[in-house]
């Protein structure tokens, strides 16, 4: 029988997400270390109340309220609380002890990027991202490695899986937005500040994980134009279907002459367009690259069942190697974050409707550029945009 050096996980967080990874750690920990060459050890949970319902029957005996004390005796630690100070402060702590981490938490990496990295960087440790944009869609390695040699020109992404399940609601069945976003939180598709969602924040963030990514540049997250779906209204949404569109909130990224661009906006997308037929709180990305073409990738967006995946994957393999018994190799960390300044914005809008509020609400094409707001914004080339095309 082989034996593996275990590897003991620290997972701090036990929400949507949380409940479920540290489920799938626990029933799948001997299939992880035969893949990993380490055995998997849940460690501890942190969590803030240790009475909470919680969605996993997890073992009580795992839960603390002290990750400080779970960080120091782990050799990897799962952040899924969400937030920004407590999970950027026990980041930089996991890391201090020379601990890998695992995060989801795109709004954290999206402001807080450059600084985790460099801490990683500075002790040999890796930081991974994989569950952070997207969802179970794999993205973030396909950008980084497999798409290294060629150049990607434009990413159309729809990224939020609460917006997308909001607005296929009130697309497919005329519902109301409100009513809409509360079955997303039920579903626990939904931010625990939905207002993070609804205004287009979370999508910003993984737009700047995306475009950093895809353009070798750093994009600092207020260059990001961000636009929600709270000004959309049902009547948008049927005129656009008249006209033979789908309403859809996208993140669109693209390598300008000038500079990066980055946008997130509630678009009008053909409804012939693949991008058209993402339904429910599932994401995809259309990646258009020189010479790979046109890819898009699909699938789980948002939701308890599907995410984590993608954190026990990472997990498994951050200090994961093949050879029993011994500690995995650790490669250098990678870093998406190499600064390249980005460029300032540009103009142009197509065609502009009166939101429930009597608010300026504009509905683009996802060819069209971005907003006033962004206007005034540096963000992306000065140069007008050479009009898109499907
Ligand atoms: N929901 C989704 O579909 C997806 C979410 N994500 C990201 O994953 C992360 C987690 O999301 P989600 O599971 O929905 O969040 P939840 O709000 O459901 O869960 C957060 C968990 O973190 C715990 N927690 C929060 N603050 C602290 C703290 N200071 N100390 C200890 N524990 C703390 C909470 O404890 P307690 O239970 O005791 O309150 C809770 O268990 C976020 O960054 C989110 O953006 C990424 C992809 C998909
Ligand atoms: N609230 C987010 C969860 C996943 O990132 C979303 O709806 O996409």
Known sequence: MIEYRTLRVALLGAGSVGSQVAAQLIARADELASRAGAGIELAGIAVRDLDAPRDADLPRELLTTDPHELILSSDIVVELMGGIESARTLILEALGTGADVVTANKALLAAHGPELFAAAEQVGAQLHYEAAVAGAIPIIRPLRDSLAGDR???ILGIVNGTTNYILDEMHTKGLGLEDALAVATELGYAEAD???????????AKAAILAGLAFHTTVPLESVHCEGITAVTAEQIESAKQAGYVVKLLAICEQLDSGVSA??????????????????????????????G?????????????????????????????????????????????????AASRPATRSRSRSRTGRACWLR????????????RPCCSRAPPAPLRW
Not at 265 to 289: I, K, R, Y
Not at 315 to 342: D, E, I, L, M, V
Not at 370 to 376: L, P, Q
């Open 152 to 154: 990607v020109q434009r």
């Open 194 to 204: 939905p207002t993070a969602d609804i205004e287009g924040h979370d999508a910003a």
């Open 263 to 292: 946008r997130v906006h509630p678009a009008l997308v053909p409804a012939a367009h693949p991008l058209a037929s993402v339904h429910g709180a599932n994401n995809a990305v259309f990646v258009q690259a020189e010479a790979a």
């Open 294 to 342: 046109d890819l898009m990738f699909y699938g789980a967006g948002a939701g308890a069942s599907r995410p984590p995946a993608r954190c026990w994957a990472t997990s498994s393999r951050s200090r994961g190697g093949t050879s029993p018994a011994g500690r995995a190799s650790r490669s250098r960390p990678a870093r998406p974050w190499a600064s390249r300044p980005s």
């Open 365 to 376: 094409s996802p060819g069209s550029s971005t907003s006033r707001a962004s206007r005034s």
